[in-house]
């Protein structure tokens, strides 16, 4: 209750005048390189300032109202990301247009290691349409687009320094950036300081063993995080060329692991001294640049990227004190893009060679220990082509990429080298009628390897409370996939709408084998043809008055996915329904979000009911001018206004590790 009051006496400083201009975006993960006014694919494309002026959360939490897209929540650091039904390795992270090689592949309990200080845009695109666009994949992309290695001059000198507060996790967070240009070299530099605590529940939101529990803060469920990046380059007549260096080290708790479920039978003697905690450490080198006025080529712009990665997953205290899994990811990777749009007077043509390595080791503290994967060293080498032109009303996007990929792993004691060579491709037609009416229709074919955990995994997976076999005679996936877009806005009125069918010939997954080892159950990827089949639809309307503009919408998303030879696809996003009002003045924002969840019963295999349930969220921003160039940017925000018991249908851990309680935090950024 302190809290509420706090935040009312925060409203009456806050409540003055936020202009919404209107800018040209450049979807930088676009191989035309186009503007998101000219894109006809269905993409998302967040504004920096919504991220970095707004509370700190997981990737996937970010980004988990957006119509299409959800989490799949393991707590407040880890969410990763599900676009239309698929996650995993089906949806890329990537920064800059560079994939962000950690484990994440390998777990729902390790996060999507990419840094979210000082972000300039955040890229979404749904869909196997994202082949257009660098790294594409059937579900999707995300790319976190920040200014690190600058390919224009900065003008002048930035600085920001960002200090949060949140109640929910007594959470503190502290930033600070710089960009700037000295003596014709630009500069950048980030920090940020991340430091949650356990955080609070609703009464009896926790379940064990399918009794509630009536504790309200969840045990390790904190996290801590530090960042830094570095970034310098060079621009002149010719292009640009830079680097930049980034280190990362994060440190939680494990709320859930499955062997407090499977072998101690309820009895959790010592348990409550026990702490599963992850400590994660990330390094990364990038050289980037650009050359231009080549004969032949409008430009030729090119990467060096080499990273080096590691999770290890530890036992403090109880039984198992001292015991370990350390995962490490070693890998480079080297991108080409021609621009050879001058071949021709209109169309816009390019084509893309990337070629990675990537060996991924899981290791015991216990040398007698078996990993329960053993290392697997992965070579890719992806050629690609993008073409795309107008033709009066009709845009033309065209795009085809070939992709090999060889895996050499072990497989209990037999080695194998497994190889792939997929054709992909993708066709987007779009037409810009009279009257603010835009139709588009995507036609794809994208296909899939089998990831190294599909391949090779053959071990207890504690965390998902189940022992995984992998097959190593696994065939890639191929999607199938159409959709059509609706877009359309006159006098203050918006519709967006976006249905789609998705065929998935060969869908790996697991599958409960029914039996059991050490109480543990036994399940094994599997290949089956599957489709996903749903919509987005959103609609609304702007209000222009004296003081401002008042804008109201209503979205809502749906997916269906089942087995062709019958059943559900499991752990599928339900039904979501987003009510949303924004108010903005000359410089201050108002928005509140209702997010209905409802109820998930269309069940897949050993899934049991998830309840739906309502989230009110809002968030105020206020820009106040001190002097010249000095800015002061003041942020309140809330979530879970309603307390209510919420949990993700995604999540492998949805029961014993629900959903945070009511939040309220403050957020100041001074730029300067």
């Not at 080096?308 to 205290?317: K, L, R, S, V, W």
Request: charged share 20%; glycine share 10%.
């Amino acid at each position: 209750m302190k809290n509420i009051y706090y935040f009312i006496l925060l409203f009456a400083f806050l409540n003055t005048g936020f202009a919404q201009e209107t800018e040209e975006v450049i979807v930088t993960s676009s191989l035309g390189g186009a503007t998101l006014a000219e894109i006809d694919s269905p993409i998302f494309v967040i504004k920096g300032d919504d991220i970095n002026f707004g509370a700190t959360t997981s990737l996937g939490e970010n980004l988990n109202s957006l119509l299409g897209v959800n989490s799949s929540d393991f707590g407040p650091g880890v969410g990763q990301p599900i676009i239309r039904g698929m996650g995993g390795t089906r949806v890329k992270i990537l920064s800059n247009g560079k994939l962000v090689r950690d484990v994440s592949g390998l777990g729902s309990d390790h996060l999507n290691d990419v840094d979210m200080n000082n972000v300039q845009q955040i890229e979404i695109v749904r869909g196997p349409s994202s082949l257009l666009y660098s790294n594409g994949t059937m579900g999707g992309i995300v790319n976190v687009v920040d200014q690190t290695i600058a390919s224009k001059d900065f003008d002048g000198n930035n600085f920001n320094i960002g200090l949060e507060r949140q109640s929910v996790n007594q959470g503190t967070t502290g930033n600070f950036s710089y960009q700037g240009n000295v003596n014709d070299v630009n500069i950048t530099y980030g920090f940020k300081n991340v430091n949650f605590e356990n955080y609070d529940v609703p009464a009896f939101s926790i379940i064990h063993e399918g009794t509630p529990e009536g504790d309200e803060t969840l045990k390790n469920s904190d996290f801590a995080r530090t960042s830094q990046k570095f970034g310098t380059s060079a621009v002149r007549d010719w292009g640009y060329l830079g680097f930049s260096i980034g280190k990362g080290e994060n440190t939680y708790g494990i709320a859930y692991h499955g062997e407090h479920e499977d072998e101690h039978e309820g009895e959790h003697e010592g348990e409550d001294d026990e702490r599963i905690q992850v400590d994660t450490d990330s390094e990364n080198l990038t050289l980037e640049g650009s050359a231009t006025n080549l004969s032949g080529l409008d430009s030729f712009n090119y990467f060096l990227q080499v990273n080096d990665y590691t999770f290890i997953e530890g036992h403090i205290g109880g039984k198992h004190n001292g015991e370990s899994t350390t995962y490490t990811n070693e890998s480079y990777e080297i991108g080409l893009k021609g621009d050879i749009s001058g071949l021709s007077n209109s169309a816009v043509q390019n084509f893309t060679i990337n070629i990675n390595q990537e060996d991924i080791k899981i290791v015991k503290s216990d040398d007698d220990e078996v990993p329960f994967m053993k290392p697997v060293e992965s070579q890719t080498l992806s050629l690609g082509y993008f073409y795309g032109q107008e033709f009066g009303m009709l845009d033309i996007d065209f795009g085809v990429r070939l992709d090999q990929v060889s895996r050499d792993g072990t497989y209990n004691t037999t080695t194998h080298d497994i190889s792939e060579s997929d054709l992909s491709t993708a066709l987007t037609l779009g037409w810009n009628l009279e009257n603010n009416l835009g139709l588009s229709l995507g036609i794809s074919s994208v296909a899939r390897a089998p990831s190294e955990l599909e391949l090779f995994m053959n071990g207890k997976h504690l965390v998902a409370a189940r022992i995984e076999r992998g097959n190593v005679n696994l065939e890639s996936e191929r999607s199938n996939n159409i959709d059509f877009s609706l877009d359309y806005e006159n006098d203050g009125y918006f519709l967006n709408a976006s249905v789609y069918s998705n065929s998935v010939d060969s869908y790996i997954y697991l599958l409960d084998s029914g039996t059991k080892i050490d109480k543990l159950p036994v399940t094994n990827f599997t290949q089956a043809d599957a489709d996903f089949n749903g919509y987005e639809i959103e609609v609304g309307r702007s209000f222009a008055l004296n003081n401002g503009d008042f804008i109201i919408s209503y979205g809502r998303d749906e997916v269906v996915g089942t087995f062709s030879s019958g059943g559900n696809v499991p752990r599928i996003t339900p039904v979501k329904n987003i009510y949303s009002f924004a108010y903005s003045q000359q410089d201050i924002t108002y928005d509140i979000k209702i997010k209905d969840i409802q109820k998930e019963d269309d069940l897949g295999l050993g899934e049991t009911v998830t309840n739906g349930f309502t989230m009110v969220d809002f968030d105020i921003t206020r820009s106040i001018s001190i002097g010249n160039d000095e800015e002061l940017v003041l942020s309140v925000f809330g979530s879970n206004l309603l307390d209510e018991k919420a949990r993700s249908h995604t999540s492998y851990a949805k029961d014993p590790v629900p959903l945070a309680g009511r939040n309220f935090g403050i957020k100041l950024n001074f730029n300067f």
